[in-house]
């Protein structure tokens, strides 16, 4: 699938955007991925951030050209396969509901849908993380059942507790450290999500698929 | 490599932290470059001591702040000097002082009636300030809380470690000198010029918001920080509102808020948003925006690409010769102290 025209933009005189006409779509962000795996091989090319439907490479001037390396980006762009990177399987245990997920009523009432119902029908969803960004190890993932889909909070809160499950519009994700945050929180992992000491400091890396195992139900 | 006690903070002032050029190569994981955010005030700072470019120093926000240093060393400052002291004699910004054990830098607050109304100062001492290097870095991640000196700014009491100098005994306690220190380059009135490229979501904007980002003056609010640098102007406005997806932003990031009133981002903000970006301010031009006074006026001027370069040509060029300069003083020269690269400043 070459079909997608890839639109190109500097972002700055060091980095540059490469990005798809929406929607966002899982193959889409497959082949970023493989586009962001191949840059990273590329001279110059000394940092790579994906986004949702799109990608950032950033670049030293002085070792590549904007247009050579726009030039690289096209031409690589048709022969990349869909199949970027391997993600891993990632079980994140979560206690939903009671003090650790405030808004599980909120959800419920939004949906018309029972607590107990919106738990099972999020820990039975496959997600995909399409990106890290907002914080260290925050995940963006993509796969939330529509039904669940529900707007952030008007008022955000200004102190997210660390590891808390939230849903925000129609994504899914776990705050990994106290934030300031808007989405609405249905549960807590005892999962830590980001550590910098370790080898891996944030658990979930683009690519991987997500399950949340319910661990406890509280009301 | 023992490190030694080496300085006490008395008083922060408003915000100080430990900084050095910043944490890069981890922006997939969420994780923001930070580190000075005038990297080149932190470079001239490390040189004037004989540190390697990339050694840590502290970041002071607005003065206020009182070190005292439990050894012999050597320190410099560069930005905004704060009417700062050493013992109640003037230190200048860019100057190479050797200080003894036991004396206290004192920097003024911000409230003072002067002209020079900066906003913040970054202070090298010989060795360099010794906490771990995590991810590559020793800067603090103020938000995410780790890095730097107990992943935190700094407070009253804290003690820091110092590095081993490169310098020998003599050298550390070699009489002050100084070196000219970068124009600011303000404009007639006052005005903090910085060079911008439009982003890519420029042609979204209205034509009148499109004239009034170069033609407008903004108003530097007390609202900035390190994440971000809030504009007050025009009232920016895009032809229709279009949903954005999470995408990069990095540094000098010009990204407009529903609000219209354009947010620069700095070194600690988040790796990707979802506000449109009109513009990012080129590399040579951040560190006149971590010194920009608050309530003080920007001007935005449109370059291109090749200005953008041309402008960090310049850069690299004004650090080589303060490097041949020092070097022919018979200070670290350039072989032992390697002009900074391309990382210090996405």
Same mark, same amino acid.
């Given at each position: 699938?070459?079909?997608?025209?890839?639109?190109?933009?500097?972002?700055?005189?060091?980095?540059?955007?490469?990005?798809?006409?929406?929607?966002?779509?899982?193959?889409?962000?497959?082949?970023?991925?493989?586009?962001?795996?191949?840059?990273?091989?590329?001279?110059?090319?000394?940092?790579?951030?994906?986004?949702?439907?799109?990608?950032?490479?950033?670049?030293?001037?002085?070792?590549?050209?904007?247009?050579?390396?726009?030039?690289?980006?096209?031409?690589?762009?048709?022969?990349?396969? &869909? &199949?970027?990177?391997?993600?891993?399987?990632?079980?994140?245990?979560?206690?939903?509901?009671?003090?650790?997920?405030?808004?599980?009523?909120?959800?419920?009432?939004?949906?018309?849908?029972?607590?107990?119902?919106?738990?099972?029908?999020?820990?039975?969803?496959?997600?995909?993380?399409?990106?890290?960004?907002?914080?260290?190890?925050?995940?963006?993932?993509?796969?939330?059942?529509?039904?669940?889909?529900?707007?952030?909070?008007?008022?955000?809160?200004?102190?997210?507790?660390?590891?808390?499950?939230?849903?925000?519009?129609?994504?899914?994700?776990?705050?990994?450290?106290?934030?300031?945050?808007?989405?609405?929180?249905?549960?807590?992992?005892?999962?830590?999500?980001?550590?910098?000491?370790?080898?891996?400091?944030?658990?979930?890396?683009?690519?991987?698929?997500?399950?949340?195992?319910?661990?406890?139900?509280?009301? | 490599?023992?490190?030694?006690?080496?300085?006490?903070?008395?008083?922060?002032?408003?915000?100080?932290?430990?900084?050095?050029?910043?944490?890069?190569?981890?922006?997939?994981?969420?994780?923001?470059?930070?580190?000075?955010?005038?990297?080149?005030?932190?470079?001239?700072?490390?040189?004037?001591?004989?540190?390697?470019?990339?050694?840590?120093?502290?970041?002071?926000?607005?003065?206020?702040?009182?070190?005292?240093?439990?050894?012999?060393?050597?320190?410099?400052?560069?930005?905004?000097?704060?009417?700062?002291?050493?013992?109640?004699?003037?230190?200048?910004?860019?100057?190479?002082?050797?200080?003894?054990?036991?004396?206290?830098?004192?920097?003024?607050?911000?409230?003072?009636?002067?002209?020079?109304?900066?906003?913040?100062?970054?202070?090298?001492?010989?060795?360099?300030?010794?906490?771990?290097?995590?991810?590559?870095?020793?800067?603090?991640?103020?938000?995410?809380?780790?890095?730097?000196?107990?992943?935190?700014?700094?407070?009253?009491?804290?003690?820091?470690?110092?590095?081993?100098?490169?310098?020998?005994?003599?050298?550390?306690?070699?009489?002050?000198?100084?070196?000219?220190?970068?124009?600011?380059?303000?404009?007639?009135?006052?005005?903090?010029?910085?060079?911008?490229?439009?982003?890519?979501?420029?042609?979204?904007?209205?034509?009148?918001?499109?004239?009034?980002?170069?033609?407008?003056?903004?108003?530097?609010?007390?609202?900035?920080?390190?994440?971000?640098?809030?504009?007050?102007?025009?009232?920016?406005?895009?032809?229709?509102?279009?949903?954005?997806?999470?995408?990069?932003?990095?540094?000098?990031?010009?990204?407009?808020?529903?609000?219209?009133?354009?947010?620069?981002?700095?070194?600690?903000?988040?790796?990707?948003?979802?506000?449109?970006?009109?513009?990012?301010?080129?590399?040579?031009?951040?560190?006149?925006?971590?010194?920009?006074?608050?309530?003080?006026?920007?001007?935005?001027?449109?370059?291109?690409?090749?200005?953008?370069?041309?402008?960090?040509?310049?850069?690299?060029?004004?650090?080589?010769?303060?490097?041949?300069?020092?070097?022919?003083?018979?200070?670290?020269?350039?072989?032992?102290?390697?002009?900074?690269?391309?990382?210090?400043?996405?």
């Amino acid at each position: 699938m070459s079909d997608a025209p890839l639109r190109l933009h500097s972002l700055g005189e060091a980095a540059l955007l490469c990005e798809l006409p929406a929607p966002a779509t899982l193959a889409h962000q497959q082949r970023i991925w493989a586009l962001a795996t191949e840059a990273m091989q590329w001279r110059g090319v000394h940092e790579v951030l994906p986004g949702m439907n799109n990608l950032t490479l950033l670049f030293d001037p002085v070792q590549i050209d904007v247009v050579e390396l726009e030039m690289q980006v096209l031409s690589a762009w048709p022969q990349l396969a &869909a &199949a970027g990177i391997e993600g891993r399987r990632v079980e994140i245990p979560v206690t939903y509901g009671g003090e650790s997920g405030p808004d599980l009523a909120e959800v419920a009432r939004h949906t018309g849908l029972s607590p107990a119902e919106v738990v099972k029908r999020h820990s039975a969803g496959d997600y995909i993380v399409y990106l890290l960004g907002f914080l260290p190890g925050f995940a963006f993932m993509g796969g939330l059942a529509p039904e669940l889909a529900t707007p952030r909070r008007k008022e955000p809160r200004v102190a997210v507790p660390a590891r808390s499950v939230g849903i925000g519009g129609e994504q899914t994700g776990i705050y990994p450290l106290v934030s300031p945050g808007g989405w609405q929180l249905i549960g807590r992992t005892s999962l830590e999500m980001f550590d910098p000491a370790a080898a891996e400091p944030t658990r979930l890396r683009p690519g991987d698929q997500v399950r949340f195992v319910v661990e406890r139900m509280e009301t | 490599m023992a490190a030694s006690h080496g300085l006490t903070v008395l008083r922060p002032g408003l915000q100080a932290s430990v900084q050095d050029l910043g944490r890069h190569g981890h922006r997939q994981l969420g994780i923001c470059p930070g580190g000075a955010l005038d990297t080149l005030a932190m470079t001239l700072a490390n040189r004037l001591v004989g540190n390697l470019d990339a050694a840590a120093g502290i970041e002071i926000t607005m003065g206020g702040c009182e070190i005292r240093f439990e050894a012999d060393t050597r320190i410099a400052i560069a930005g905004d000097d704060f009417g700062a002291t050493i013992d109640g004699v003037a230190l200048w910004p860019c100057w190479s002082v050797p200080v003894v054990a036991g004396q206290v830098l004192r920097l003024a607050g911000a409230n003072r009636s002067t002209h020079k109304d900066g906003l913040r100062t970054w202070l090298a001492v010989a060795g360099g300030i010794d906490v771990p290097v995590i991810l590559g870095s020793r800067s603090t991640d103020l938000k995410a809380g780790f890095g730097g000196h107990q992943g935190r700014a700094l407070k009253k009491g804290d003690k820091l470690m110092l590095g081993v100098p490169a310098l020998d005994a003599q050298q550390l306690s070699r009489r002050p000198f100084g070196v000219r220190p970068p124009d600011l380059g303000l404009d007639g009135d006052r005005a903090t010029l910085l060079r911008v490229m439009p982003g890519p979501e420029f042609e979204q904007f209205t034509i009148a918001s499109r004239e009034a980002l170069w033609g407008g003056s903004w108003r530097l609010t007390p609202q900035s920080n390190r994440m971000g640098s809030r504009l007050e102007g025009f009232e920016l406005k895009r032809r229709r509102a279009v949903d954005m997806l999470s995408s990069a932003v990095i540094p000098g990031t010009i990204q407009v808020p529903p609000s219209g009133q354009p947010i620069i981002l700095m070194g600690d903000a988040q790796t990707t948003g979802g506000y449109p970006r009109i513009g990012v301010v080129i590399r040579a031009d951040l560190w006149k925006l971590a010194q920009a006074p608050l309530n003080g006026r920007l001007r935005l001027q449109q370059v291109d690409s090749a200005q953008a370069l041309a402008a960090w040509d310049e850069r690299l060029r004004y650090l080589a010769h303060v490097g041949q300069g020092l070097a022919s003083a018979g200070w670290i020269g350039p072989a032992q102290n390697p002009v900074e690269g391309v990382r210090d400043a996405d």
